[in-house]
């Protein structure tokens, strides 16, 4: 059961190049999101999905856009990459009102 | 003032010890209280959820105490497999989970 399959899990990027975070799951779930972590700041939300077709902001969503069109995928896209975005970006998917969020492996992304 | 709030730690105990982790969260419209556990270069995993009248898995309670907004766990019998990073979390109806900074906790034989 492959769960949360996060793509690519390491990139190295330059700054003002772009990419896309890709995030898949298989569990059926209406709510995904992506979590950035950094040393001594916990994982922080950038965006989040209640279902397909829908996106909202969390709490630092500056310099990143999402897209869900099918509800087994969430993207994460970085436009023009700042070193401020080297991160380790986690991707998690859960059921409504459960608390239960099924994280992937992380993604860990250094823009020099 | 931060929505969710752990001391860091970390704590650094022997094999057989009991410890206890604290979190206090600020919004009082906070419904839901969890517990993740977070191994080093690994993804969060759920560890407990957190109930009213408190709950226990194991070696493992968690308590909640809703008028002064605060959360705990309490581990037990500590193992050397215990050490990891402890995530206090929190939610509002209809919200996102809100992640503190997590409490490292270390134990040693």
């Known amino acids: 059961n492959a769960g949360v399959t996060q793509t690519p899990k390491f990139r190295v990027l330059k700054t003002g190049q772009s990419m896309t975070l890709l995030c898949a799951q298989d569990m059926n779930h209406e709510y995904m999101y992506w979590y950035r972590q950094d040393p001594g700041m916990g994982l922080r939300l950038i965006h989040y999905s209640v279902g397909e077709g829908t996106t909202a902001k969390g709490e630092v969503p500056d310099g990143y856009n999402v897209s869900r069109l099918k509800k087994q995928n969430f993207l994460l896209g970085l436009e023009s990459a700042a070193p401020s975005q080297t991160s380790v970006y986690f991707c998690?998917?859960?059921?409504?009102?459960?608390?239960?969020?099924?994280f992937g492996e992380g993604s860990r992304l250094t823009v020099l | 003032r931060k929505e969710v709030e752990q001391d860091p730690g970390p704590f650094n105990v022997p094999e057989g010890a009991t410890v206890a982790f604290n979190c206090t969260y600020s919004n009082s419209a906070s419904q839901s209280f969890f517990w993740y556990r977070q191994d080093c270069r690994k993804e969060p995993k759920l560890l407990m959820s957190?109930?009213?009248s408190g709950n226990e898995d194991g070696r493992f309670t968690a308590q909640l105490n809703r008028a002064s907004q605060y959360i705990s766990l309490l581990i037990r019998d500590s193992k050397l497999s215990d050490s990891a990073t402890y995530l206090c979390v929190v939610s509002q109806a209809g919200t996102a989970l809100i992640f503190g900074k997590g409490t490292t906790l270390s134990v040693s034989s």
């Open positions: 957190v109930y009213s």
């Open positions: 998690a998917s859960g059921l409504a009102n459960t608390g239960e969020l099924f």
